[in-house]
């Protein structure tokens, strides 16, 4: 670890302070800056294995820090923090390859996650597709956006039907899926994939919470049975642990 330096940009003092130490009690290298035009000047942006940087600030933003260093031919992995989150910021960060777009007041859990896949590169931002099947549009508007802002590709379909003739089932690395939909339900869409031998990690969220769905979902190799509202933690959480699964490593992450 002692080799990798994290930099911090924030025009925020106290945030920067806590951010730095937070990151130096895991045994990084920190550095802080409070703009962009000093982390450019100080010498170390050659070292740096990770940014965090703050979308408003004053003089040159968080967005156009990443497209000045882009044009350097920088690729640098990038996490924005922001107290201001807004759809088009989101967008024109991840789809300039941010590793991921949090809202202020992020945990430290949340961020010393995000700060190791970005690291490892097991982040996937291009590799790892989250589809999401919810008849709800509201659920799938959010949650989709939720997932893009941890730097995943995310795809949402209104039924089990409209996934399995999309394509993106063998794109697929993790499947949140509702439990009751009409049509198909989340149970059958398991029992259906399970018996055309797919083996994706599924992360169940309902509603309608109930002891006889929870139990088949798991027995059946469900990775999560997440009653609606969730923390937005906690689904990372369970994403993170679910793309780890389908690389073939197996966290206890059977979160009833």
Same mark, same amino acid.
């Not at 080799?3 to 920067?16: G, M, P, R, T």
């Not at 999401?132 to 659920?139: A, C, G, N, P």
């Not at 949650?143 to 039924?159: D, K, P, V």
């Not at 003739?165 to 949140?176: A, D, R, V, Y």
């Given at each position: 670890?002692s080799?990798?330096?994290?930099?911090?940009?924030?025009?925020?003092?106290?945030?920067?302070r806590?951010?730095?130490?937070?990151?130096?009690?895991?045994?990084f290298?920190?550095?802080?800056?409070?703009?962009?035009?000093?982390?450019?000047?100080?010498?170390?942006?050659?070292?740096?294995?990770?940014l965090?940087?703050?979308?408003?600030?004053?003089?040159?933003?968080g967005?156009?820090l990443?497209?000045?260093l882009?044009?350097l031919?920088?690729?640098?992995?990038?996490?924005f923090?922001?107290?201001?989150?807004?759809?088009?910021?989101?967008?024109r960060?991840?789809?300039?390859?941010?590793?991921?777009?949090?809202?202020?007041?992020?945990?430290?859990?949340?961020?010393?996650?995000?700060?190791?896949?970005?690291?490892?590169?097991?982040?996937?931002?291009?590799?790892?597709l989250?589809s999401?099947?919810?008849?709800?549009?509201?659920?799938r508007?959010t949650?989709?956006?939720?997932?893009?802002?941890?730097?995943?590709?995310?795809?949402?379909?209104?039924?089990a039907?409209?996934?399995l003739?999309?394509?993106?089932?063998?794109?697929?690395?993790?499947?949140?899926v509702?439990?009751?939909? !009409?049509?198909m339900?989340? =149970?059958? @869409? $398991?029992?259906?994939? #399970? /018996?055309?031998g797919?083996?994706?990690? %599924?992360?169940?969220?309902?509603?309608?919470?109930?002891?006889?769905s929870?139990?088949?979902?798991?027995?059946?190799g469900?990775?999560?049975?997440?009653?609606? !509202?969730f923390?937005?933690? =906690?689904? @990372? $959480?369970?994403?993170? #642990? /679910?793309?780890?699964?389908?690389?073939? %490593?197996?966290?206890?992450?059977h979160?009833?």
């Open positions: 670890m080799k990798n330096l994290i930099s911090v940009v924030d025009d925020d003092a106290s945030v920067l806590t951010t730095t130490l937070l990151i130096q009690s895991l045994g290298r920190a550095a802080g800056f409070q703009s962009a035009e000093l982390f450019l000047k100080s010498g170390q942006l050659h070292e740096t294995s990770c965090i940087v703050d979308v408003r600030m004053p003089g040159m933003s967005l156009q990443q497209n000045h882009a044009g031919g920088c690729k640098i992995p990038i996490i923090i922001t107290a201001y989150d807004d759809t088009v910021s989101r967008q960060a991840l789809q300039a390859g941010a590793v991921a777009f949090l809202g202020k007041p992020l945990t430290d859990e949340m961020l010393l996650e995000t700060i190791h896949s970005a690291l490892r590169g097991q982040l996937g931002v291009k590799k790892n989250i999401l099947v919810d008849d709800d549009e509201s659920i508007r949650t989709t956006l939720l997932i893009e802002s941890f730097g995943f590709r995310a795809t949402a379909f209104e039924s039907q409209s996934f003739k999309s394509g993106h089932l063998h794109e697929t690395s993790c499947l949140i509702d439990v009751q939909m !009409p049509g339900n989340g =149970l059958q @869409l $398991q029992s259906h994939l #399970a /018996a055309a797919y083996k994706i990690p %599924i992360i169940f969220i309902t509603a309608h919470d109930n002891k006889e929870r139990q088949q979902a798991l027995q059946a469900a990775v999560a049975f997440l009653g609606k !509202p923390s937005d933690e =906690l689904l @990372l $959480q369970i994403i993170r #642990a /679910a793309t780890l699964s389908d690389q073939g %490593i197996h966290p206890d992450v979160i009833k």
